[in-house]
């Protein structure tokens, strides 16, 4: 594993996994930007995401299943664990465990991390939660 695949995957899993955004926030560029199916997120955004899935989610773990690294830029798939047992996206808590996976392709330059892609499927979190499921869409008299 290179210094630069190490420092980000040791970072994002301090901040994802175990809370410590702080982490994080000390391995990104001042120009950081997330992109997402919502659309560009600024640092301050995705420090809030980790903060809100660690209060709606207890035992809350992210776990990468692989790490590549490319010229500048870092792949990662990976796996999130956590009960649904607070709020989340006004959803009040379920009790149910919920299991999500995705990637996200981190580019770098000069040390920092600079941009972030993320692809993830909201629906599974649902389906999890028992929110929407994914099976038959007919509607129901």
Same mark, same amino acid.
């Not at 930007?33 to 989610?57: P, T, Y």
């Not at 792949?75 to 996976?101: L, Q």
């Given at each position: 594993?290179? =210094?630069?695949?190490? /420092?980000?995957?040791?970072?994002?899993?301090?901040?994802?996994?175990?809370?410590?955004?702080?982490?994080?926030?000390?391995? #990104?560029?001042?120009?950081?930007?997330?992109?997402?199916?919502?659309?560009?997120?600024?640092?301050?955004?995705?420090?809030?995401?980790? =903060?809100?899935?660690?209060?709606?989610?207890?035992?809350?773990?992210?776990?990468?299943?692989?790490?590549?690294?490319?010229?500048?830029?870092?792949?990662?798939?990976?796996?999130?664990?956590?009960?649904?047992?607070?709020?989340?996206?006004? #959803?009040?808590?379920?009790?149910?465990? #919920?299991? #999500?996976?995705?990637?996200?392709?981190?580019?770098?330059?000069?040390? /920092?991390?600079?941009?972030?892609?993320?692809?993830?499927?909201?629906? =599974?979190?649902?389906?999890?939660?028992?929110?929407?499921?994914?099976?038959?869409?007919?509607?129901? /008299?």
């Amino acid at each position: 594993m290179s =210094e630069m695949l190490d /420092k980000i995957t040791s970072a994002w899993t301090r901040a994802w996994s175990q809370g410590e955004t702080k982490a994080f926030e000390e391995l #990104v560029s001042a120009d950081y930007v997330r992109h997402s199916k919502s659309g560009a997120e600024a640092l301050e955004q995705v420090v809030a995401q980790i =903060e809100e899935s660690h209060r709606a989610f207890s035992n809350f773990t992210m776990e990468i299943l692989r790490a590549i690294e490319g010229e500048n830029e870092v792949a990662i798939h990976w796996r999130s664990v956590g009960r649904h047992t607070g709020e989340f996206m006004d #959803v009040p808590p379920t009790g149910r465990e #919920v299991i #999500v996976s995705g990637a996200s392709f981190i580019r770098f330059d000069q040390g /920092k991390i600079t941009e972030e892609d993320v692809i993830w499927d909201p629906r =599974e979190m649902l389906s999890a939660m028992s929110i929407w499921h994914l099976g038959d869409t007919r509607r129901k /008299k």
